[in-house]
């Protein structure tokens, strides 16, 4: 199958700092790239859809000012979660796909906020 | 909202099959049935996906009732590095691009 890359694959940050995610396609150019958070014990919740060079469409709730969204190519997708708080801390995982086929994770990045 | 059902966690002993039902009543004739497994800290892989014809690969087998309104992955002989929570999905495969909805799926325990 085809492989999705995150990095960095966890973080520990001070509370009010930035912190930046990316998501790469390592053998495809994904048209689409998702973003999800997961909290313990909890399935996976959708945050966003990253279109290639036009704006992130964000799911209910979801503060787009606070989770940036670039996707500048075809291959990363990036996320930043902006002046970060504890409650931010969580799994971020993204995923890519081609057009209308599979899709495929990351491994996934895990944000821990002092 | 999730369009499956799926029991909460289910055991195996290692080496047996493992059969992880479904249900999607609600399945529309464009949605495939999609399912994912995550391990522990992992993001999610794919296993198999299907539209109405039963479905093999190298990983598992997937079996779609005729009505569409169900379907079983299966684990031919589980081993313990199949412990996973399982996702079954139905997506609706268009032009564009829709994400994954995932539900709770099923914690799968393999047991020595």
């Known amino acids: 199958g085809a492989v999705v890359s995150q990095h960095p694959s966890w973080v520990i940050c001070k509370s009010g700092t930035s912190v930046k995610i990316e998501c790469r396609s390592l053998?495809?150019?994904?048209?689409?790239m998702f973003w999800y958070r997961q909290f313990p014990k909890q399935s996976l919740m959708l945050m966003a859809t990253s279109n290639e060079g036009s704006k992130a469409t964000y799911e209910q709730g979801v503060e787009k000012d606070k989770f940036l969204i670039n996707h500048a190519s075809l291959t990363l997708s990036t996320l930043t979660v902006t002046s970060a708080h504890p409650e931010d801390s969580s799994f971020y995982i993204c995923?890519?796909?081609?057009?209308?086929?599979?899709?495929?994770f990351g491994p996934g990045t895990r944000l821990t906020v002092l | 909202d999730a369009k499956t059902t799926q029991p909460t966690s289910m055991d195996c002993a290692e080496g047996r099959a493992a059969n992880l039902p479904c249900n999607h009543s609600t399945i529309s004739g464009n949605e495939y049935v999609y399912w994912y497994r995550q391990i522990h800290s992992q993001g999610p892989q794919y296993i198999i996906h299907?539209?109405?014809n039963n479905e093999t690969n190298e990983m598992a087998s997937l079996i779609i009732t005729e009505d569409r309104k169900s379907s079983t992955l299966i684990l031919p002989h589980a081993t313990l590095r199949d412990t996973a929570v399982y996702y079954c999905?139905?997506?609706?495969?268009?032009?564009?691009?829709?994400?994954?909805?995932f539900g709770k799926g099923t914690r799968l325990s393999v047991i020595a």
């Open positions: 995923s890519a796909s081609r057009s209308t086929d599979t899709q495929y």
């Open positions: 999905i139905v997506r609706e495969v268009t032009s564009g691009n829709t994400p994954l909805v």
């Open positions: 053998d495809f150019q994904a048209t689409t």
């Open positions: 299907g539209l109405k």
